[in-house]
């Protein structure tokens, strides 16, 4: 192996190589700038931008509404997390039941799908309406009665619904011959689902689920129509006091900020989990 | 008449490992070349570097007197010529049998669906599998899957065609059906590099034999000389492992 040294040729073929691809990126970096200088260029020349500036964009502004801002988005952070919490959990529960057979769970596989039909039906900005409003009327012993409570409810319920169909279709992607030979080995319909089917379903729906959680951190906003004091509201109540659009701008920035984590770890974990199976597989 | 395709001091490797290592290889028109070998001694390998489904390291490849090595060469427009079909048949699965054969007909080489349509049920009855044209590949058996990815490889009239380990997946009595089209598309003078596990196979169709060990051509000849008083030990104790 230390004997071999590439010959003149191979030598030739690897500058070609380095230039084609010097040339790949010069032409995407080229294309990129050029799409947003001509995006920037009509924007800006619009007739209406001095108008659109001095309302959205407006320096001063963004620096003095970005502090509530910053205070607020913690609830929207927090809101997100305890949601993302119980819901991969109920999806999975509702997913499962659904793909059950057993004939006693019956019951269980018609509520599920009673529910996934019906949530998914509603606007989830209803369900905040009404589990803010209404839950709250029930007067129900030992439930608090506070609307950020109630709306966080209201997305996990309807959240819940979407990441279960997830789910579903992950765990039913996975090819029939894994679950024979899971029973032939003697595992039972449970085994099967949580240490063979589960796992590989859950890898193929990272991409799909993260879609569904970029979508619940900015579907935390809605608690604002609920009484909730989070970024959105809190923005809200600036530019009603002050007729500058601006901290929207800011809101949006910090959303952006949030979720484009987000997708990078999942890229990352999508792309390491592919390095790991498919090494060597052609 | 100038070789259809030649090797020249082909390396390959992935990271440290190297998989081929020297390898030289001249195809005639018309010829069978078979590859035998162990598992892991490069067969495959090989053929995926003939079709530029590899990067090489060193050396050259030229088909029809073009280099295609060169990393300027339209990858498409060669792989438009070399039929592949492979161990795991690699059938697309939402498409019939029939939309398997026509797919690339119709949309790399421009052929319009009536005709396409007409060569591929003409090669699929040749083969037996006319009944099958309509289904999906998941209803049909693992011998009829390969012999439905044998004519979607021939569908395009391919120039040269590779074929890896074709009959390693199948049972021992569906490996006779998919060798048979192998052997009339041999005597129809195709020209094919092909890896196997199939000795009797080999001794009966190859025009020549490589032996690969570690990466290396260790020995090439034709089958009779090959398979009767090989030349190299390891050879030899190849051949009486499988044989």
């Given at each position: 192996?230390?004997?071999?040294?590439?010959?003149?040729h191979?030598?030739?073929r690897?500058?070609?190589?380095?230039?084609?691809?010097?040339?790949?990126?010069?032409?995407?970096?080229?294309?990129?700038?050029?799409?947003?200088?001509?995006?920037?260029?009509?924007?800006?020349?619009?007739?209406?931008?001095?108008?659109?500036?001095?309302?959205?964009?407006?320096?001063?502004?963004?620096?003095?509404?970005?502090?509530?801002?910053?205070?607020?988005?913690?609830?929207?952070?927090?809101?997100?997390?305890?949601?993302?919490?119980?819901?991969?959990?109920?999806?999975?529960?509702?997913?499962?039941?659904?793909?059950?057979?057993?004939?006693?769970?019956?019951?269980?596989?018609?509520?599920?799908?009673?529910?996934?039909?019906?949530?998914?039906?509603?606007?989830?900005?209803?369900?905040?309406?009404?589990?803010?409003?209404?839950?709250?009327?029930?007067?129900?012993?030992?439930?608090?009665?506070?609307?950020?409570?109630?709306?966080?409810?209201?997305?996990?319920?309807?959240?819940?619904?979407?990441?279960?169909?997830?789910?579903?279709?992950?765990?039913?992607?996975?090819?029939?011959?894994?679950?024979?030979?899971?029973?032939?080995?003697?595992?039972?319909?449970?085994?099967?689902?949580?240490?063979?089917?589960?796992?590989?379903?859950?890898?193929?729906?990272?991409?799909?689920?993260?879609?569904?959680?970029?979508?619940?951190?900015?579907?935390?906003?809605?608690?604002?129509?609920?009484?909730?004091?989070?970024?959105?509201?809190?923005?809200?109540?600036?530019?009603?006091?002050?007729?500058?659009?601006?901290?929207?701008?800011?809101?949006?920035?910090?959303?952006?900020?949030?979720?484009?984590?987000?997708?990078?770890?999942?890229?990352?974990?999508?792309?390491?989990?592919?390095?790991?199976?498919?090494?060597?597989?052609? | 008449?100038?070789a259809?395709l030649t090797v020249e001091g082909l390396r390959k490797?992935?990271?440290?490992?190297?998989?081929l290592?020297?390898v030289s290889l001249s195809v005639?028109?018309?010829?069978?070349?078979?590859?035998?070998?162990?598992?892991?001694?490069?067969?495959?390998?090989l053929?995926?570097c003939l079709n530029l489904?590899e990067?090489i390291?060193d050396g050259i490849i030229t088909f029809d007197?073009q280099e295609i090595s060169d990393?300027?060469v339209?990858?498409?427009?060669l792989?438009?010529?070399i039929?592949?079909?492979?161990?795991?048949?690699?059938?697309?699965?939402?498409?019939?049998?029939?939309?398997?054969?026509?797919?690339?007909?119709?949309?790399?080489?421009?052929?319009?669906?009536?005709?396409?349509?007409?060569?591929?049920?003409?090669?699929?009855?040749?083969?037996?599998?006319?009944?099958?044209?309509?289904?999906?590949?998941?209803?049909?058996?693992?011998?009829?899957?390969?012999?439905?990815?044998?004519?979607?490889?021939?569908?395009?009239?391919?120039?040269?065609?590779?074929?890896?380990?074709?009959?390693?997946?199948?049972?021992?009595?569906?490996?006779?059906?998919?060798?048979?089209?192998?052997?009339?598309?041999?005597?129809?003078?195709?020209?094919?590099?092909?890896?196997?596990?199939?000795?009797?196979?080999?001794?009966?169709?190859?025009?020549?034999?490589?032996?690969?060990?570690?990466?290396?051509?260790?020995?090439?000849?034709?089958?009779?000389?090959?398979?009767?008083?090989?030349?190299?030990?390891?050879?030899?104790?190849?051949?009486?492992?499988?044989?």
């Amino acid at each position: 192996m230390s004997d071999w040294s590439p010959s003149q040729h191979e030598l030739d073929r690897q500058r070609v190589r380095t230039r084609l691809q010097r040339r790949s990126a010069l032409i995407a970096t080229a294309m990129t700038l050029l799409v947003f200088v001509v995006l920037g260029l009509i924007v800006t020349s619009s007739p209406g931008w001095p108008n659109v500036k001095a309302y959205f964009f407006s320096w001063p502004d963004a620096k003095e509404s970005f502090p509530d801002i910053w205070d607020a988005i913690w609830l929207n952070i927090k809101m997100f997390l305890i949601a993302e919490f119980f819901i991969l959990i109920f999806a999975m529960l509702i997913a499962m039941a659904r793909v059950s057979r057993s004939p006693w769970l019956m019951p269980l596989r018609v509520v599920a799908v009673i529910y996934t039909d019906v949530v998914r039906g509603i606007p989830t900005i209803l369900l905040v309406y009404l589990f803010a409003f209404g839950m709250p009327a029930l007067e129900l012993q030992g439930l608090p009665d506070s609307p950020f409570f109630w709306a966080t409810a209201a997305l996990i319920v309807s959240y819940s619904a979407y990441v279960a169909e997830v789910f579903r279709s992950g765990i039913e992607s996975v090819h029939p011959s894994q679950w024979a030979s899971a029973q032939a080995l003697g595992l039972t319909r449970g085994q099967t689902l949580r240490h063979v089917i589960i796992p590989q379903a859950v890898r193929r729906v990272v991409p799909p689920l993260l879609n569904d959680f970029v979508s619940l951190q900015k579907d935390t906003a809605l608690a604002a129509v609920a009484g909730v004091f989070e970024a959105v509201a809190t923005a809200r109540d600036y530019t009603l006091y002050n007729f500058n659009f601006t901290p929207y701008i800011v809101v949006a920035c910090f959303f952006i900020v949030m979720t484009v984590p987000l997708a990078r770890l999942c890229d990352w974990l999508t792309a390491r989990m592919r390095r790991r199976e498919l090494a060597g597989a052609r | 008449m100038s070789a259809l395709l030649t090797v020249e001091g082909l390396r390959k490797s992935y990271g440290e490992k190297v998989v081929l290592d020297d390898v030289s290889l001249s195809v005639d028109q018309h010829d069978v070349i078979c590859l035998i070998g162990s598992s892991g001694s490069g067969k495959s390998t090989l053929l995926r570097c003939l079709n530029l489904l590899e990067d090489i390291d060193d050396g050259i490849i030229t088909f029809d007197g073009q280099e295609i090595s060169d990393p300027r060469v339209d990858a498409r427009a060669l792989r438009s010529r070399i039929g592949m079909v492979f161990q795991a048949y690699n059938l697309f699965p939402h498409l019939t049998v029939l939309e398997n054969c026509t797919l690339a007909p119709r949309k790399v080489h421009g052929v319009r669906r009536p005709e396409a349509e007409e060569r591929a049920r003409e090669l699929l009855a040749r083969f037996g599998l006319a009944d099958q044209a309509a289904k999906h590949p998941d209803q049909l058996s693992g011998g009829q899957q390969q012999r439905a990815a044998l004519v979607r490889a021939l569908c395009t009239n391919p120039t040269l065609l590779l074929l890896d380990e074709i009959t390693a997946a199948l049972d021992p009595e569906l490996v006779g059906e998919v060798l048979e089209i192998v052997r009339a598309e041999a005597s129809a003078g195709m020209t094919m590099v092909l890896a196997t596990h199939e000795m009797a196979f080999a001794r009966d169709v190859a025009t020549s034999v490589c032996f690969l060990h570690e990466g290396r051509i260790l020995e090439q000849g034709p089958p009779s000389q090959i398979f009767t008083d090989p030349r190299e030990e390891r050879t030899r104790q190849f051949l009486a492992r499988v044989l």
